[in-house]
């Protein structure tokens, strides 16, 4: 709470939050009403942040859309997070073979352009939210086991380790109770971060058209909005805001807990 940009991203994740859990209940009209007399309508008492090109309410959309990339973002970051956890964890650890094969396997996943991936996907299995969800978790998880297994090779020869063999302490054990606390600081600023990346690469799947078709999405609102950009442009500038202002607020909180997790950040050191 002392750094100010930390309090901004959370003030802006906090709002964001209330919009995904209470969309239905917190706008102000139907958000699939149309309203064909006023296409493209600017801003009014009525519509605050006008119409789209059906005259259905932006701001109603715009509310009831965070719900699609915060419930998208939140299981697929939930999803690599103990994936990648679990097996970083089990190839520092153990090492050898293990190591290895899990390495490879990891290198082999990073060498496909995450997103063109991500869009193969999700268009061979078609537009759903499911399928989107399938798609950004299959690489997901690759970066986080990375960080940990990098973590867990200088972790694996410290004395409380060797300590805790020493005692007889079971490799599972050890694993769970002395290594996995000690690498959860880097793996949650690494999950914030990835929040804003799985936010972004949702909303360009939805621009695409590969998106859930029968729920609003900022994506899908985006690209509707591309055809109106010289006499409407608010139709494609407002989701794009929110985007910005998403991926913006994880950022800031990102960088706020590298920071406080950083002891050479610290101001006693």
Sequence with gaps: MRSPVAVIGLVLLALIAVCAI????????????QDLDHPCAGPSGAHWLGQDE??????????????????????????SVCVGVLIGLLAGYLGGAVDQ???????????????????????????????????????????????????????????FVLAAKAYGASPARIMWKHVLPNVLAPVVVQATFGMAGVILAEASLS??????????TWGAMLNSGVDFLLFAPHLSLIPGVAIMLTVLAF????DALRDRFDPRAQPWL
């Design 101 to 159: 094969l899990v390495m490879r396997v990891v290198d082999i996943l990073l060498a496909f352009p995450g997103i063109l991936l991500a869009i193969a996907v999700a268009g061979i299995l078609g537009p759903s939210l499911f399928n989107i969800i399938l798609a950004l978790s299959i690489l997901g998880w690759t970066g986080f086991a990375r960080l940990v297994r990098g973590q867990v090779l200088s972790l694996r020869e410290r004395e």
């Design 54 to 79: 059906l005259g259905r309410d932006l701001a109603s959309r715009l509310i009831v859309g965070a719900r699609a990339s915060a419930l998208v973002g939140l299981i697929v970051v939930s999803i």
């Design 207 to 216: 621009f695409l058209g590969l998106g859930p078709q029968d729920i609003p």
């Design 251 to 254: 950022n800031f909180l990102g």
């Design 22 to 33: 209470f969309g239905p209940w917190l706008a102000p009209h139907d958000p699939d009403a």
